[in-house]
């Protein structure tokens, strides 16, 4: 049997609690002697860790799996592993007169573990680890950094390369997790918003991405002006909900003391405030929005 310890903080949120939990049950893996220790149970962990996800950003399961993570700032669950198994594989190597060490020696050319790791830090830009006797623990700030780093880009790449997150990608912030997240703690408010930033709605320019219609044909049947139903053209053109977001944008400028905004400012401003006050009238801003629209539907 294995020790199954997860050490939590008393400062933590719910969230970082489960989410420690998630990370360490990922582990089991290593202390449970898979051939690919870390590895082969990762991809269940990985599920159960979007799931969660976008649970807690109360989203379908089709959401984007890579926007859903940038919006609670983490990684994929195989970053952590991995640094986790480099570590394991310094302790070992300073084992020396140990018979693990010893194994490990004699079976290292065709141990598929060590052939994975070895993997690892060619794409990390470490080679030269698996051909000198150079020592890891000097290096590990600097692998956990090029692993992140590796994380960031290719989760950058995949945002700003997707058609679906085109609305996304004007408030992107690959830095920090949203700040939506940890101030909405009412789900159904923190759903709402969720919703709208990631394109996991039912407006016609998502509807008719699964029902493959071009992007020119996903017109508003709302408004019937015949523009295309994008999350701009509802939140900001279409005049059926002109009554709601007049009163949204004088609530909006009162609150920034202001007298004018541009509507990429506006969008910006309310999508990624750090206001209560600001992401409660967005909310209830949409959610009015949408509860038109779905009447406005029904009834035709």
Not at 31 to 38: A, M, Q, R
Not at 259 to 279: A, D, G, P, R
């Amino acid at each position: 049997m294995f020790k199954f310890q997860v050490r939590v903080g008393l400062g933590l949120t719910p969230f970082q609690q489960y989410f420690r939990y998630i990370v360490a049950a990922a582990f089991i893996g290593r202390e449970t002697g898979d051939e690919y220790p870390g590895y082969t149970f990762y991809s269940y962990c990985e599920k159960f860790h979007m799931k969660f996800i976008k649970e807690i950003l109360g989203v379908h399961c089709k959401a984007s799996n890579v926007a859903c993570r940038a919006e609670l700032g983490r990684l994929p669950l195989w970053a952590k592993i991995s640094f986790s198994c480099i570590k394991f594989l310094e302790h070992l190597l300073t084992s020396e007169n140990t018979l693990v060490f010893k194994n490990f020696q004699a079976t290292k050319n065709f141990n598929p573990w060590a052939k994975k790791l070895y993997s690892i830090f060619n794409s990390l830009g470490f080679s030269y680890i698996a051909e000198s006797n150079c020592s890891i623990k000097a290096l590990l700030p600097n692998i956990k950094q090029r692993l992140i780093d590796q994380c960031t880009q290719e989760q950058s790449s995949k945002i700003y390369s997707s058609t679906k997150l085109k609305f996304y990608q004007h408030f992107y912030d690959f830095n920090c997790r949203s700040a939506y997240v940890d101030i909405l703690r009412n789900k159904t408010e923190r759903s709402i918003l969720c919703k709208i930033r990631l394109s996991a709605h039912n407006l016609a320019i998502e509807r008719g991405r699964h029902l493959g219609l071009h992007t020119s044909d996903r017109i508003c049947t709302i408004c019937k002006t015949g523009d295309v139903e994008d999350e701009s053209h509802f939140l900001f053109k279409c005049e059926k909900y002109s009554n709601y977001r007049r009163s949204f944008q004088c609530n909006i400028l009162s609150i920034l003391q202001k007298n004018h905004l541009s509507e990429n400012q506006m969008l910006k401003f309310c999508m990624n405030s750090n206001s209560l006050k600001v992401l409660r009238v967005t909310c209830s801003y949409i959610n009015n929005c949408l509860t038109l629209r779905n009447e406005i539907i029904q009834y035709s």
